[in-house]
């Protein structure tokens, strides 16, 4: 039986992932701050933005477990407004829960997939990590990170069987949208901020299911290997064969005509 830690894992895609990780036959843990648990998976208290806390949360695994061989980093959350509005607080918040929290984890687990022969890590990125979105542009810079580190990682770790990969969402039906962090929206930005939110958030609201979501990811995650950064949904996928072969100046227009008219 595998063994899977999911972050974030109390709602939404984390939730979803987790239970179908479940339901594949894996021992699954989820790390959240909130108990949550979907049914058949263990909750563990954890913010994972503590340092200390996850490594305990991780050697918890082990001493319940005995091993580790699936890690997916779901935890995350947004942010939207004019960036010459966003105070440095919450642009540090989104990096700190978004990039840092996931480093923390992999950090915690690495020792423990090496001692175990290999394993798996899974990475929540976006489609903004790669089409950055204005008015979501500290949730594009912590994506895009996300995406880097991914790619610097998977070489460091292969020679140790394990492999990491970011999944790329677009728009999810799920908690994100109402857990989004707003900067205020008047000021010389207003109206195009409140244009730009009001269309991320329809895309939301009729993106695809959380259970969808989740059920990719875990697909993801319980293979041996895979593609370093996979697009989740057909448009999602074409929008990143787009962003890699358009020049960037044509898909940035695109994109800034969607979300900064």
Not at 82 to 107: I, K, W
Not at 132 to 160: G, H, M, T
Request: charge should be positive; include cysteine.
């Amino acid at each position: 039986m595998k063994v899977a830690i999911v972050t974030g894992g109390s709602g939404g895609i984390g939730r979803c992932t987790a239970a179908e990780l479940a339901a594949a036959g894996c021992r699954v843990f989820e790390f959240s701050r909130h108990l949550k648990p979907a049914e058949g998976v263990e909750h563990i208290d954890c913010d994972v933005t503590d340092e200390s806390a996850v490594a305990a949360a991780v050697d918890e695994v082990i001493s319940r477990a005995g091993k580790l061989d699936i890690l997916v980093c779901n935890a995350g959350f947004g942010i939207s407004g004019a960036a010459e509005f966003t105070s440095s607080a919450d642009a540090h918040a989104q990096l700190e829960l978004n990039l840092f929290g996931m480093d923390n984890t992999v950090r915690a687990a690495l020792k423990h997939m090496r001692a175990g022969g290999g394993g798996r890590i899974v990475c929540m990125s976006s489609i903004a990590g790669i089409l950055p979105i204005p008015f979501q542009l500290w949730y594009s810079v912590s994506k895009a990170a996300i995406d880097a580190y991914v790619l610097a990682l998977q070489n460091e770790v292969r020679p140790f069987n394990i492999s990491v990969c970011a999944v790329l969402p677009g728009d999810i039906h799920s908690g994100f949208t109402g857990a989004r962090r707003k900067t205020a929206e008047a000021g010389p930005y207003g109206e195009r901020v409140a244009r730009s939110v009001a269309k991320m958030e329809h895309d939301e609201e009729t993106g695809m299911s959380p259970e969808a979501a989740g059920a990719y990811i875990a697909k993801m995650a319980l293979r041996r290997s895979s593609a370093p950064l996979k697009a989740l949904g057909l448009p999602y996928k074409a929008a990143a064969v787009a962003a890699k072969f358009l020049p960037r100046r044509v898909s940035n227009y695109i994109v800034g005509r969607m979300y900064a008219k």
